[in-house]
């Protein structure tokens, strides 16, 4: 009786999303022309946790004009920073059966800045994107040109952000599927970035799988190995490429519902806690995300839920 109730259960939620906090009743991403009130943007956005693209939120930050490739030369210049190094673009990804983390170059940022502008060919992929609020830990001097928090976000949540991260890489640099614990605001500086989501409530369609931690480690030929961190524990992950998935591996995977966005320069995606999402880029895109730590309410409790629900289903 526990299992069909709990098949029954999933059914409907798939089906119809009634039981669902998460999910969306349009196949799109709406737009705002505006930033929202802090009681607004919570009411319509972060209680019932929709993703939404504002407009006009960011267009009074000087980043928008200034951060040119001479700007951020003059102003960051030879500091050294830490870079995202891999031979294919897929930074914390599953790759030969592992998961697989970049390569943490230090390099001073003028002769990153000088791959992106093809100014020096290498055949691997590079990007900025260290998670550890990049943005005040390693370019301090960028601040002043966006804003420490979003004052209508940080009212709506009472808190401020855990983390302000800096983007910035080559085309080739693909973000993997994931979710995040955090309420993201991602705002695009230049350039594009494309989204790919899924609601929390896809989970019983999209693949988990545990794999060996690896890190890649360049040769003195100037190849790479992968080398395992033998001591960690596996970490789950998803396997499945969105873009182009394996549906006779993953069957299941047909009946989600992903939709696709595209952020342009000025703009701000909504990212809700939870969402599913794989992104890609114009090349040398620059973008800030803002990071605020999740309630752990209901809607958690409800995705926890779902997980093991899916879990069980699989060992039936």
């Known amino acids: 009786p526990g299992e069909a109730a709990a098949e029954r259960l999933l059914r409907k939620e798939n089906e119809t999303g009634v039981n669902s906090p998460f999910r969306l009743f349009s196949l799109s991403v709406p737009y705002l022309d505006r930033p929202p009130s802090p009681l607004e943007f919570y009411r319509e956005w972060v209680s019932p ?15 928008l004009k200034k951060w040119t490739s001479a700007y951020l030369r003059e102003v960051v210049g030879p500091k050294v920073v830490s870079v995202a190094v891999t031979p294919n673009g897929y930074a914390d990804a ?15 940022f003028m002769d990153f800045l000088d791959i992106v502008e093809k100014k020096v060919t290498s055949p691997n992929v590079f990007y900025v994107q260290k998670q550890c609020s990049n943005l005040t830990e390693e370019f301090p001097e960028l601040v002043c040109d966006v804003q420490p928090d979003i004052p209508w976000m940080s009212e709506a949540l009472g808190k401020k952000p855990d983390a302000v991260n800096f983007w910035l890489g080559e085309a080739a640099a ?15 500086i230049s350039g594009e970035k494309h989204f790919l989501l899924h609601p929390p409530s896809d989970r019983p369609f999209i693949p988990y799988e545990l794999y060996q931690p690896a890190t890649y480690q360049v ?13 960690a524990d596996k970490v789950p992950w998803i396997p ?16 989600a519902k992903p939709l696709q966005c595209t952020v342009r320069a000025g703009e701000m995606l909504y990212l809700p806690s939870l969402w599913f999402h794989h992104v890609q880029q114009s090349h040398g895109c620059i973008a800030v995300n803002y990071w605020y730590d999740m309630e752990y309410d209901l809607k958690y409790s409800y995705y926890q839920l779902l997980d093991c629900l899916t879990k069980a289903m699989k060992v039936l």
């Open 49 to 63: 946790n929709k993703p939404c693209i504002i407009q006009n939120a960011i267009t009074h930050w000087p980043a």
């Open 174 to 188: 693909v973000t993997s599927l994931h979710k995040d614990h955090y309420e993201n605001l991602y705002c695009v």
């Open 94 to 108: 599953v790759f030969q059966d592992r998961f697989v983390m970049p390569e943490e170059r230090q390099m001073a």
């Open 219 to 231: 040769s003195e030929d100037g190849s790479f190995k992968i080398v395992d961190e033998k001591s």
């Open 240 to 255: 499945l490429d969105p873009l182009n998935p394996d549906l006779e591996q993953y069957p299941e995977y047909a009946q």
